[in-house]
């Protein structure tokens, strides 16, 4: 049986980036962000969407594309095929343009 998100695909929001490597290298903008969690709020609002079963939004560890202050993103197109595609984004202020990325490539 495959999973319902294999016929859109899926996003890869790495963990470490928010949770280890924003606090100890950039204090300041750990402190703007706060507690937000990038992956549980594109989660949350591609659910919202409708989107919740076909669009999986997945944390990783360490990508190994590391940018100051950023959160590294791959969304992955499995049935709607096209590239895969790494991006580094400001988890707060570019958040709702990469929801928009990642449901233009998926949805």
């Not at 890869?12 to 606090?23: D, G, L, Q, S």
């Not at 290298?25 to 549980?40: C, K, M, N, S, V």
Request: hydrophobic content about 40%; glycine content about 10%.
């Amino acid at each position: 049986m495959s999973p319902p998100w294999r016929e859109s695909g899926a996003a890869f929001v790495c963990e470490k980036c928010y949770k280890t490597r924003i606090p100890e290298e950039t204090p300041w903008i750990a402190e703007r962000i706060g507690d937000f969690q990038l992956r549980g709020w594109l989660k949350a609002r591609c659910k919202d969407a409708g989107l919740g079963k076909r669009v999986r939004i997945v944390a990783t560890g360490c990508q190994d594309i590391c940018a100051t202050g950023l959160v590294t993103v791959t969304i992955l197109p499995i049935g709607k095929g096209g590239e895969m595609e790494t991006l580094a984004v400001d988890p707060t202020e570019e958040r709702e343009a990469i929801l928009q990325r990642i449901m233009d490539r998926l949805a």
